[in-house]
C-alpha cells in the first residue's frame, strides 16, 4: 500500500490532475469513480488506485472486481487519495486512461453525419455537459479547436459521466480549415448565431449537418460564422442575447434528432 504522499507515482498523477501540459505529454487523462472506472474500456486503463474500502466495494461487484484483475492497480491510503483525487469527496477509486485518438476523415464519411463544432469555449463544466449530451442525441463526433478548454480536464471528465468513453471526438488546429472538407462532403453547417433570421425549428437537419457553437462570451468569430452554409437562430423572450453554450448545443442536436426520428 502507497501511504506517502512523497511517492512518486503519487507526485505523478497529482501534476496529471493539474497540468494539462503534462497530461498532453504522457497522453494520459484520469477519471473518479467506481462509475467511471466500470465503464471505461479496459484497453485504455493504464493503472489505478484504489482505498481499501474502495477495493471492498469492488469486491462486492463480481464484474468490477474481474476488470480490476485485468488491470494493473495499486493500494493506496485515504491520506494518500485525497492528495490524488481532484475532488473534495472522493470515492477512493481513480483510473488512469490512455487518450484515445480518432481520425477526422473517417468519421465525416459516415453516412448522414450530425456534428458538433465548438469554437474556444472555455467553461470545462460545459464541454462535459455538452459530451454527455452529445451522446443522448447520437451525434456521430465532436470537433473542436485548439484553443477550446481541454477535452482531459477532470471538471470535463467529470462532467461527461462516461461519455468521453463512446463519444469521438477531434482536435484541430482551427475550425476554419475544415470548413471547406465539411462542404466537399457534403455536410451542411448551421453558425448559431446572433444575425439568424430563421428559427432553428424552421430548418431541416435531416441530411449530414454541422452545428458551429462558439465561446460563452463571444460566440463564434466572424471568420468562422461566414463560412456557414446558413445562420440560424433560438427563440428568446426577455433581454436575454443568448443561451449558455451546452443549452443552446442541446437544443439543437435534439432537433436533429427529433427530425431524423420522423423518417
Not at 511517492?7 to 505523478?12: G, W
Not at 503534462?22 to 482505498?51: H, N, S
Not at 484483475?69 to 469527496?89: F, H, P, R
Not at 468519421?107 to 452529445?134: A, H, K, V
Request: net charge neutral; proline share 4%; with cysteine.
Amino acid at each position: 500500500m502507497i501511504t506517502s504522499v512523497s511517492n512518486a507515482k503519487v507526485k505523478q498523477v497529482v501534476l496529471w490532475q493539474k497540468k494539462s501540459r503534462e497530461r498532453k505529454q504522457d497522453q494520459v487523462f484520469l477519471a473518479e469513480g467506481r462509475k467511471m472506472f466500470g465503464e471505461a474500456p479496459e484497453a485504455w486503463i493504464r493503472e489505478a488506485y484504489l482505498t481499501e474500502n474502495a477495493l471492498e466495494k469492488v469486491k462486492e461487484n463480481p464484474e468490477l472486481w474481474k476488470k480490476l484483475e485485468g488491470i494493473s492497480w495499486e493500494l493506496v491510503s485515504d491520506e494518500v487519495m485525497e492528495k490524488m483525487a481532484d475532488t473534495q469527496t472522493p470515492q477512493g477509486i481513480l483510473t488512469v486512461l490512455k487518450c484515445p485518438q480518432y481520425e477526422l476523415e473517417p468519421l465525416l464519411d459516415r453516412s448522414n453525419g450530425l456534428f458538433l463544432l465548438l469554437e474556444d469555449l472555455q467553461d470545462p463544466g460545459n464541454l462535459g455537459t455538452i459530451m454527455r449530451t452529445s451522446e443522448g442525441a447520437g451525434i456521430t463526433a465532436v470537433i473542436l479547436n485548439k484553443k477550446t478548454v481541454d477535452i482531459f480536464n477532470p471538471k470535463t471528465i467529470r462532467a461527461t459521466m462516461g461519455s468521453i468513453y463512446r463519444v469521438p471526438f477531434v482536435l484541430v488546429e482551427n475550425l476554419e480549415e475544415i470548413m471547406p472538407i465539411l462542404k466537399q462532403k457534403g455536410i451542411r453547417t448551421f453558425a448559431a448565431h446572433l444575425a439568424g433570421e430563421t428559427y432553428y425549428t424552421g430548418c431541416s437537419f435531416q441530411g449530414s449537418t454541422a452545428f458551429l457553437i462558439g465561446n460563452e462570451g463571444n460566440g463564434l468569430s466572424k471568420e468562422l460564422s461566414e463560412m456557414a452554409d446558413s445562420y440560424i437562430k433560438i427563440p428568446m423572450e426577455g433581454k436575454l442575447e443568448s443561451l449558455n453554450a451546452a443549452v443552446a448545443a442541446a437544443l439543437l442536436t435534439y432537433e436533429a434528432k427529433r427530425q431524423r426520428s420522423l423518417k
